[in-house]
């Protein structure tokens, strides 16, 4: 590796950077707004289409939702400007630690480890007595 | 003859550099259409150079192999006859396809190729989120047959580059369908959105690189359908910007697949993405017959498909309303 060689990759570093500042500046994103019970519906029904949703947790900020469908929990979390989705056991999702208004849900996926979604309260009472029932 | 005089990807770098800022501020403009956001634009990016610097890793091996094969090689091809540029324009573009197709197609290498399709978004940003792991999965070994044959390695090497350099432009929004005589022949923005979208209809379909014609031929064509816009991303979409995930994310959980089911381990490794012992997961193909009712071989085609020219609306409505953003 020559001289030339760490010229152009600094040079590269550099333009990264300022294309990362300009895209910044342009605010050119997808328009994501917050989402709703429908809405979470929805996204959830595109990415797994043969379950159905017994209950819906949309976070208050829209950011995410937690839905039971049967013995699993789907998870939807925003990433970006987009939403990334999960299921993991149910009892999983139950047993999250919830605080500060927070739950935060491990997803046991080295490509999307875990989810925060802001709910008033966790877990709910009804759904977590029928399933110490 | 054994080194490349120019080096084709080195030579456009600034016209990238150009071509994303135009794209950008046109969309920003809203003379076209464009999304970026700012965390998968600096991903994308970020996955760019360094996989400039991972190349290194495997360039010596893979050009002492090629130089290696190239001195056992059945004919020797001259550089300076136009015929010896033609057919390595043809063979090049075949060997990209099956390498491409492989890809997709079987777990080991999509480790290597899923970041450059884990983005959301569909930009010229997108084409330069290129695999660091590329190298080490040895899809090089896939054009030593094109030395063996008697083409230079300096041939072969920019023939790539170039190959490289024409799949930069077709990654992009902004350009919807260009005349039909070019979408016949060319792989082309219209062609490559359906490569990176994720609906069961256009999983696994248009690997071509230079010439869509590959996939006509061996039947893995699918054209945009404007009944189904396409949703990018890969099936399982990443829940993180760490970048350390981005790049080697398939290649752990590959790992820990074959670690957790040793007598299933070359399934999980040499198996299509998605592929369980169990049947607890699902492949692309598996995917496509539960959502279409149809074989995976079939294309969907529209009565109207490719016999009229359609752009995209500028789009206006696509800009982000700051306002709207949590």
């Known amino acids: 590796m020559d001289e030339a060689f760490f010229i152009q990759l600094a040079l590269s570093a550099a333009a990264v950077g300022a294309l990362v500042a300009i895209v910044a500046w342009a605010k050119i994103a997808k328009p994501v707004r917050p989402l709703d019970d429908h809405k979470a519906r929805v996204l959830l029904a595109e990415e797994f289409p043969t379950r159905s949703i017994d209950a819906i947790w949309t976070a208050s ?11 699993m929990a789907l998870v939807l979390c925003r990433v970006g400007d987009g939403f990334a989705a999960r ?14 208004g927070r739950l935060h849900v491990n997803l046991d996926d080295i490509a999307a480890p875990a989810a925060t979604i802001r ?5 709910p009472e009804n759904l977590t007595k029928d399933l110490a029932a | 003859m054994t080194e490349a005089e120019f080096d084709p990807v080195a030579l456009a770098t ?5 071509t994303i800022i135009l794209e950008i501020v046109l969309a920003r403009l809203g ?39 190239y001195e056992h090689r059945l004919f020797t091809i001259p550089m300076t006859a136009v015929w010896a540029w033609v057919a390595i324009f043809l063979l090049e573009d075949l060997t990209y396809y099956w390498f491409h197709r492989l890809s997709h197609e079987r777990r080991f290498w999509w480790a290597a190729h899923v970041n450059h399709h884990s983005s959301q978004h569909y930009n010229l940003s997108t084409a330069l989120r290129q695999t660091w792991t590329g190298g080490v999965a040895g899809t090089w070994l896939l054009w030593l047959p094109l030395a063996f044959l008697g083409f230079p390695p300096a041939m072969i090497a ?12 077709i990654h992009t929004e902004a350009i919807g369908r260009l005349p039909r005589w070019f979408e016949a022949v060319f792989n082309t923005p219209s062609h490559h959105r359906v490569h990176h979208a994720r609906n069961p209809v256009y999983l696994d379909r248009n690997y071509a690189g230079i010439l869509i014609v590959w996939d006509r031929l061996f ?10 816009p396409c949703r990018y991303g890969i099936v399982k979409n990443l829940g993180t910007f760490n970048i350390l995930r981005v790049a080697f994310h398939e290649w752990i959980a590959m790992a820990a697949d074959a670690l957790r089911h040793p007598s299933h381990a070359l399934g999980y490794i040499f198996g299509p993405p998605g592929w369980s012992h169990d049947g607890s997961r699902e492949t692309s193909a598996a995917i496509k017959v539960r959502a279409l009712g149809a074989p995976i071989n079939t294309p969907l085609i529209p009565a109207h498909a490719g016999t009229q020219a359609s752009s995209f609306t500028p789009a206006a409505e696509s800009r982000t309303d700051p306002a709207s953003l949590g």
């Open chain 1, 119 to 123: 709910l008033p309260s966790w877990p």
């Open chain 1, 61 to 71: 900020d829209g950011a995410g939702a937690l839905a039971k469908s049967g013995g």
């Open chain 2, 158 to 169: 920019i023939q790539k580059g170039i190959s490289l350099v024409y799949q930069y432009w």
């Open chain 2, 14 to 18: 600034p016209f990238f550099i150009l």
């Open chain 2, 219 to 228: 039947g893995t064509f699918q054209p945009e359908l404007d009944a189904e």
């Open chain 2, 31 to 69: 003379k076209a259409r464009a999304n970026y956001e700012v965390k998968d634009t600096a991903i994308s990016l970020s996955m760019g150079l360094g996989s400039t610097l991972a190349g290194l890793v495997t360039a010596g091996l893979a050009f002492a192999a090629t130089l290696w094969v």
């Open chain 1, 87 to 100: 299921q993991i056991p149910w009892p999983q999702a139950v047993s999250a630690t919830f605080r500060n």
